[in-house]
């Protein structure tokens, strides 16, 4: 039994049209091999063509042998036979799924054959950085993860994962309903989209100052208290945009050299630069509400803001 350990701080199913509609396995299916390689047994036949098999994907010749080290339909599957992004998107979607109703501790298990354990941690590391991209608000809750992960002779590996999450369920579901009784006050659904973005912008302005001790990064405590961070702004503008229908994400980067977070709006049908923090400047003469950073391009927000843009929807 080999075990690995990881230690971080958090700063499908498959479409394709060539790929066809499964033959039902049935209690007789099992692996077989010889000389020249592995096959599937479905009953007295053998697999053919695309087959997903313990959550993982697979193609066989028309001989019935399995295919590997190759590319089939623009898919590359590894040594093992294995589409490798069904191992990756398994153990995110794993992760994505117990991290979204704040579990604590969860198990996940794969099969050795569709990953290298001495590789597990860089693919858990890629899977929550995705993750942070299109699911911002669930992965921005977890602050620190755990995980420990064991290869057994079975041929299966285990990950335990233990999270510690910013925001307990109970504090979630509060902090929805007083989000869903603020959103349905100033942006009622009588609004057009462009005018619920904009009440929710000032709304937030005016009802929240930034944080000088830099100790409130999640939305409940931005909302309960006022007061929060840049994470904390963007958070609560994301939850409040998405009670409000309009779709949006929170951006990770850097404004003026320093680490900083704010969002990407989707209104209009484009995608807008929006960062409530940098539109909500520290002042001695009351609430001020700016628009300098409010649906900005990327080529307006980048004259001090930086981020990756290979991974974010451009906002031209």
Not at 52 to 71: C, E, L, P, S, V
Request: charged content about 20%.
């Amino acid at each position: 039994m080999k075990s690995l350990r990881l230690r971080n701080i958090i700063i499908c199913t498959l479409v394709a049209a060539s790929i066809t509609a499964l033959t039902p396995i049935g209690v007789s299916a099992e692996w077989k091999s010889n000389y020249k390689g592995w096959w599937y047994t479905e009953g007295n036949s053998y697999a053919i063509g695309w087959r997903k098999i313990d959550g993982f994907w697979y193609y066989f010749y028309q001989n019935g042998y399995m295919a590997q080290n190759t590319t089939i339909d623009g898919y590359y599957l590894n040594s093992r036979g294995v589409w490798i992004d069904s191992v990756n998107t398994l153990i995110g979607q794993e992760i994505l799924k117990n991290v979204s109703i704040q579990n604590p501790s969860f198990y996940i298990e794969c099969p050795s054959s569709g990953v290298d354990i001495n590789n597990l941690e860089n693919i858990i590391k890629d899977e929550i950085s995705k993750l942070k991209i299109t699911n911002s608000y669930e992965m921005f809750n977890v602050s620190d993860y755990d995980v420990t992960m064991t290869s057994y002779r079975s041929g299966n590996i285990g990950i335990q994962v233990k999270c510690n999450y910013k925001m307990t369920a109970g504090m979630e579901a509060d902090l929805d309903s007083k989000v869903r009784s603020i959103v349905a006050q100033i942006a009622p659904d009588s609004m057009s989209q462009p005018e619920k973005e904009r009440a929710i912008h000032d709304w937030i302005i005016n009802n929240t100052k930034y944080d000088q001790s830099l100790t409130i990064y999640d939305p409940y405590n931005t909302l309960i208290k006022h007061t929060g961070v840049c994470e904390g702004y963007s958070l609560l503008a994301q939850k409040m945009f998405t009670v409000a229908g309009i779709k949006s994400m929170v951006v990770e980067g850097t404004a003026d050299g320093q680490a900083h977070a704010w969002n990407l709006v989707y209104i209009n049908n484009k995608w807008r630069h929006v960062d409530c923090t940098w539109d909500d400047p520290v002042s001695n003469y009351g609430d001020v509400i700016q628009y300098d950073y409010y649906n900005l391009t990327d080529q307006e927000i980048s004259a001090d803001h930086s981020w990756d843009t290979s991974v974010y929807p451009s906002a031209n």
